[in-house]
């Protein structure tokens, strides 16, 4: 009875050991710190980003970016509709 989960768990435990030992991850390079992750499992989860950390300043730059371009522009569309006479 033992003897099947045993199997198991060996075969689990050398999955993980080929990925370390022989390069079946994945390569990740980060956009953000510019970190290389060699053989990181493929389901990693802050891919493509090294950690979650990246992946938030990845967010955080990318709402910044989208939040910009409204408020560049406000100031224009104002002067259109009030604007001197
Ligand atoms: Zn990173």
């Known amino acids: 009875m033992n003897g099947a989960e045993l199997t198991l768990e060996r075969s689990a435990w050398a999955a993980k050991a080929a990925i370390r030992s022989y390069g079946l991850g994945v390569r990740i390079h980060c956009p953000i710190c510019k970190t290389v992750l060699e053989n990181a499992p493929d389901d990693f989860g802050p891919r493509p980003f ?14 910044n970016e989208s ?11 104002k002067d259109d509709e009030f604007g001197p006479s």
């Open 67 to 77: 939040y910009r371009i409204p408020t560049a522009e406000r100031p224009e569309d």
């Open 50 to 63: 090294c950690s979650a950390r990246c992946k938030l300043v990845d967010l955080g730059n990318w709402f």
